[in-house]
């Protein structure tokens, strides 16, 4: 533990936000690919079966450099599964890597014993069969890692993929949604390589958030990516074990924020920034036809290029644009007025940085629950960021096995982008947000940081749904 008497006020202020390394621009040298979709082991009806296999790998991030990965199914991140609504699913999951993972469904709401927390190990060699049903609308969410404390260390090698919830929205189908087409997946994360183009985690770990020099699209060092002068769905998965971004086209262009972490917004929501946090989601419409000229660049707050966009005309005579569907009903999420007046029953702080973090004073113990709610049941939650004589830093809180709604931030109706089921919510130091949290089913799920470091030092609880 870190000996805070000692530190000046300014060694203090250092600390947290300024531990964030600088991110470099993507020269634009690799084009960007996408991940396969997983073609099931098995369709019978409803029923859908999957094998996901935890591997290791390597990956020539740069020519002539191979370095080692994890990934689900091949070297390096995983594949996109698509499942639906209503939908009987069975996955056979392995673990060919040589240290204890967990397959963790991030954002899905199924069963405490099947959602892969930190207790569900899966030893080296090991396999089992999970099953559920789905039950939740259509929605971009992801799997990935969660062995207590290694988490971080397993995302930042490789190991993230993709779920798609597809279900019968009529409205959506106006929608580009045709993957690989007009509908792509952008995983964005930062990491930094050694001098011989290696990842190595343990040369580069930082406890406030391992944060890296360069940015991967889809896993591709200096990406780009090359399209026509349409219409194109983006769903955007901030991957990163701790960076924020805020993420904007660098001519200034405005684009429909569509959807969330738990699925569509009630509407499209015109924006020119959209902001995520580490385990969020933001699916986003852009009418490349506007651009003029054949190149924009989608860019951090800071103005480094996260992707170069390289436009080609489109063969099409009548140019797709967004007008028609900037006032499509997506979906209809509204706090209800009993809601509003509930009274707050859980409260979360979240403080400190670096080792000292905590929920509510206390470190993750598997052997304590730290909360309890009945199935079906909503409850308010206050989740707090609190500020402290260091001044403490951005914290990402995100629970398992629910898509929650967000009543208010700092006593204040949310953004509209904030109106949309979510899983995860960032928060400024001092912020204080309350959210309406109700679990479909039993069991027990983590509630956590998702800066992976700080869930790897203890940020993180349990509650039991029964
Ligand atoms: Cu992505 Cu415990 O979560
Ligand atoms: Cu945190």
């Known amino acids: 533990n870190m000996d805070h008497s000692k ?38 009806g409803n029923n859908v079966s999957y094998t996901i296999t935890a591997q290791q790998g390597k990956t020539e991030f740069y020519p002539g450099h191979k370095s080692n990965t994890f990934g689900y199914n091949g070297n390096l991140l995983g594949p996109v599964v698509k499942l639906k609504n209503g939908q009987h699913v069975t996955i056979n999951l392995v673990n060919h890597l040589n240290e204890d993972t967990t397959f963790h469904f991030h954002g899905l709401e199924i069963p405490g014993d099947v959602d892969g927390g930190p207790e569900q190990v899966l030893k080296p060699g090991e396999e089992k069969t999970i099953s559920f049903k789905v039950n939740q609308e259509a929605a971009t969410l992801w799997f990935h890692p969660h062995p207590s404390p290694h988490t971080a260390e397993q995302v930042y090698k490789g190991l993230a993929g993709l779920i798609y919830i597809e279900d019968n929205n009529n409205n959506a189908k106006k929608l580009p949604h045709e993957y690989g ?16 183009k290696q990842l190595d985690y343990k040369k580069v770990k930082n406890d406030d958030g391992t ?9 591709k060092v200096d990406p780009k990516f090359t399209f026509k002068k349409e219409l194109v769905r983006l769903r955007i998965l901030d991957a990163s074990n701790a960076r924020v971004y ?9 684009f429909e924020h569509i959807a969330s972490d738990g699925g569509y917004l009630n509407k ?14 933001n699916e986003i419409l852009v009418d490349f036809s506007k651009v003029k000229g054949n190149k924009v660049n989608l860019i951090n707050e800071d103005g480094k290029v996260i992707l170069p966009i390289h436009l080609i005309n489109s063969n099409k005579g ?26 707050i029953t859980k409260k979360v702080v979240l403080a400190g940085m670096g ?31 609190k500020k402290d004589a260091m001044g403490g830093m951005e914290h990402t809180f995100h629970i398992h096995g629910t898509q929650f709604k ?54 993180m609880g349990q509650i039991k749904v029964s």
């Open 406 to 459: 967000v009543i208010s931030v700092d006593g204040k109706t949310p953004l509209e982008e904030m109106q949309g089921y979510k899983d995860t919510i960032s928060l400024e130091p001092g912020q204080k947000v309350k959210i309406a949290v109700k679990f479909n089913h039993k069991g027990i799920y983590m509630y956590h940081c998702h800066t992976l470091e700080h869930e790897d030092n203890g940020m």
């Open 318 to 343: 009548t140019k797709k644009s967004d007008d028609k569907i900037s006032n499509l009903s997506l979906n209809n999420i509204h706090v209800s007025p009993k809601e509003k007046e509930m009274k």
């Open 181 to 196: 087409v007009n509908d792509f997946p952008l995983i964005i994360q930062d990491k930094s390589f050694d001098s011989n």
């Open 246 to 254: 805020k993420l904007k086209f660098d001519n200034g262009m405005k």
């Open 7 to 44: 530190m000046s006020k300014d060694d203090i202020k250092n600390m947290g936000h300024d531990n964030i390394v600088p991110l470099n621009s993507s020269k634009g040298k690799n084009e960007i690919t996408f991940p396969e979709i997983l073609k099931p082991a098995s369709v019978n």
């Open 355 to 385: 080792k000292d973090v905590t929920i509510n004073g206390k470190k993750f113990d598997k052997n304590r629950i730290d909360f309890n709610q009945k199935v079906n049941k909503t409850e308010i939650w206050e989740i707090e960021n």
């Open 268 to 281: 499209p929501d015109k924006v020119s920034e959209i902001q995520t946090a580490p385990s969020e989601r």
């Open 211 to 219: 944060t890296g020099h360069t940015v991967l699209v889809n896993g």
